[in-house]
């Protein structure tokens, strides 16, 4: 899908990217991915909320060993918008109180 998401860029007055957790494979293309987001001009201010995804899965890496693979520190200091993180479960609903306290609040403030 990822080629098709600049065009949804322009209306976008927050983000949410997931990344799936269980799937350490992943985890380069998914930190391209993020780069070339928030590279993107019509989303430099825009906030940014990074989900660590499918921790109900016994094999998902902690999210300090996702921050430390993404090089979650180096994104953040570099980016223009405010990112954040966190742990979730679309599954069992782990951290969705916090997605939808994240959104309300993003959605309240436009950057
Ligand atoms: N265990 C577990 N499975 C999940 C969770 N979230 C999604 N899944 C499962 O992961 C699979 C893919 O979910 P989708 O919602 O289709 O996500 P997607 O990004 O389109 O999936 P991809 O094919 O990986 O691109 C489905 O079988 C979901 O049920 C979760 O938090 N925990």
Same mark, same amino acid.
């Given at each position: 899908m990822g080629p098709i998401w600049p065009s949804y860029?322009?209306? =976008?007055s927050a983000l949410l990217f997931v990344v799936d957790?269980?799937?350490?494979?992943q985890v380069s293309s998914s930190c391209i991915q993020l780069l070339s987001v928030l590279s993107a001009k019509p989303l430099a201010s825009v906030p940014v909320l990074v989900l660590f995804n499918k921790?109900?899965?016994? =094999?998902y890496m902690s999210l300090a060993e996702m921050k430390s693979l993404f090089r979650m520190q180096d994104i953040v200091s570099c980016a223009t918008q405010p990112i954040t993180m966190l742990e979730i479960s679309a599954r069992d609903g782990t951290g969705l109180a916090e997605v939808l306290q994240w959104l309300r609040a993003a959605l309240r403030e436009p950057g």
């Open positions: 860029y322009s209306e =976008c957790a269980s799937n350490p494979t921790i109900d899965l016994p =094999c």
